[in-house]
């Protein structure tokens, strides 16, 4: 049952590791077969060199019951499914500490659009979700920090803007796959890294303009994209 | 038709990656025929694993139209022949979002001559072409970056500072083959880093004097040079 | 005798190359056997990649007399024997001058918990032992290194928070094993790049609250951990 | 004639390398051999990669006049012949535009002794020659750069602390062998890079105190040095 999505998962994790986002056994991608409402995500704790498509975990996105495994999945499960509740096109999401991601969550500030780089695969800054209340955390926590995400996003498009930072912890990304999730989270570190160093330079710079966003953004995505090859010739 | 410019350009677009100034599929080499009136360059959003010499793709210098080619030329084809039209001695020019020289870019400062490091490659502080209107935003956006880059050269030589960033954006590079653009693109990167850390030590750290700026400049340049070896030693 | 805990201690030594913690010499990894009374240490400034199993020197815990042995312990021994004496769980101990941590050290400010990477490994910031005084210098100066580390933790469990900077020095770590001991020293430096990132975008960021430190760091520690897998699928 | 001295200084010009400290051609090691009176250099802008020992070129203590050999000396000849003429002591001399000291360089300041890391190798801050006037700029340009160096040590031992930054240019480190001078290269950057870090968390960050400079620096060097083996176990 979902041995390709577990390969899939497998490998994107995989992918997490060799773009140096890891650190420890921080990081985990999961993947969802929407028809059967399961969702596939790493074990909880496991070290990367030993893991193998078969030790996925697969949980039910409606409950987050554990389907024929007897791993537990990673302890972030419950961020992952409200994400893939609320975000209806999601087909992969990545969790990671990377380094320059995660200082800019925990200065609990949003990474502005600082230049076309960033336009040209995030249609917006990246936005970050506020801090938990104390009864937050001494509930169902990893639940609530999906809910604060998925909070943030109330006015926006979460597949024009595909990642969030969490306050205090660290970002979160997703896209139509697990692998274009892994994309993005790698997007969003340099971008982080990139926004340090502009901001180290000049701590009063200022975002690009609407029309340039715009005109990066939709050079790429979109009807009337004219960045890259026709699909014939990819 | 153009194989052994094809192949310099190929090969020039490689080294670019191997030098670690390439994120994603950002940057790309071209290189000019200026007997043929041909400029060859890096075909749009490919992959650089996959790029061989007959990917590249041909167009006009006096139209951007392709020549003999299936591909889409890369989307910043117009910025290159603007800067073939205006700087006749150029041979080969280089696009990058290099982390250092991006983040000046965003900044919107020029890179100082802090010390003999710059003055050694560069003539002078590297220029920063200013934001363009919502008009030339909207309008033919490529065109008109190259002619921003162009406009703000009005007063410098273009072989003495063969580099230029672009506000909000990044850097361009060139020289008077495809290699040498991008062996300027790698002093430009360096050099963002360094004038960086300089500033980070001190926020008012001044440029060199002119006496240093040309000393050093042109113990290795022009007629008087005393650097490196005779042409026959070489 | 104690051909075990020599190949431990050395296998230990040369992991904090491996991970990038040693500079030149810089670095020295301990173990004790709590039962013979003898601690197990790096010889004084040999080069590691030298250095086998039988090159570590064996001393007594209460006197610090090396046993049976020509070489030389590190000339940190003294600040070592301090820490086992006064941190009866402690299995093994780390010194190294690791870049950030060395910096946070140098700086002679605590490593503060500002997100929840800190909160998952350390229950609480990573202290700073304070100036000796001259006195102390000019006396037995690295048992007295160990003397400020161990006043330092008058009211913290080292078990805890298993680690300390010693002020205009650099960092100490320990933990059950020397390769937990390590592990830690591993963590200590992420920690220091990430806080040091973290404080360049915010000087003023805040530490994580109560209830997220604890909910980090207890779902990973202690009788109601639910982080990692069970004892017997690891 | 002098086959082993130019492969000294040839191998010593490669371990620059290895060690990261050379960007593009700049960096380049000598040594002296004193009875003869003579110097071997590398050549001027020579790759690294093509480089052999027979490259090497002498040139006259005295006088700097190319002893047997078509190749030209660096360019920095005569700054090197400086520092040898001034320091009878040394016997290796290494100049690099390493990233982290050529940036203090180029702010124009000493680099403190903010830690015992530094203490452990250098007896005191490294020096910052002065900027050179208008009149030694235009003249004997490389040999004014030397003059600099030593009239900055009139009162510091240079064999105590063997490096120095020049002013808006990089650093210089020496020796009793070339292999020793690039060893006090590779400390040079890395307690540049140290500090760096240091000051960005405090700007305010202070000195260590005498005493521990002292116990730092004695307990690795002079009569009563207890850091490493004894001679025989070395």
């Given amino acids: ?55 996925m975990v697969a949980v039910e ?20 499914l409200e994400i893939y509740r609320a975000f209806g096109q999601v ?21 502005p659009v600082l230049g076309t780089t960033h336009a040209d695969y995030f249609h917006g800054y990246i936005p970050c979700a506020r801090l938990l209340t104390s ?18 996003f109330a006015n926006i498009d979460p597949m024009e803007i595909p990642a969030a930072l969490v306050a205090d912890h660290g970002p979160f990304a997703w896209g139509a796959t697990p692998s274009e999730a892994v994309h993005n989270a790698v997007l969003v570190e ?5 926004s340090h160093i502009t901001v180290n330079i000049d701590p009063d710079a200022l975002p690009i303009s609407r029309e340039m966003l715009d005109r990066h953004y939709l050079r790429k995505h979109g009807p009337d994209a004219y960045y890259g090859q026709a699909e014939k010739d990819k």
């Fill in 1 to 55: 049952m979902l041995d390709k999505l577990k390969y899939t998962v497998c490998k994107a994790n995989m992918d997490l590791v060799a773009q140096g986002l890891v650190i420890q056994t921080f990081g985990n991608v999961s993947g969802i077969d929407r028809s059967k409402g399961l969702v596939v995500i790493k074990p909880s704790g496991m070290q990367y060199n030993k893991m193998t498509p078969k030790d």
């Fill in 61 to 80: 996105l409606s409950t987050g019951k554990v389907v024929d495994s007897h791993l537990r999945p990673s302890s972030d499960t419950p961020t992952h």
């Fill in 91 to 111: 087909g992969g999401v990545v969790h990671t500490h990377s380094m320059y991601a995660t200082a800019w969550a925990q200065a609990r500030r949003e990474i």
């Fill in 135 to 152: 009864k937050e955390i001494k509930g169902d926590y990893e639940a609530n920090t999906g809910k604060a995400i998925v909070e943030r």
């Fill in 190 to 194: 340099y971008l982080a890294q990139l």
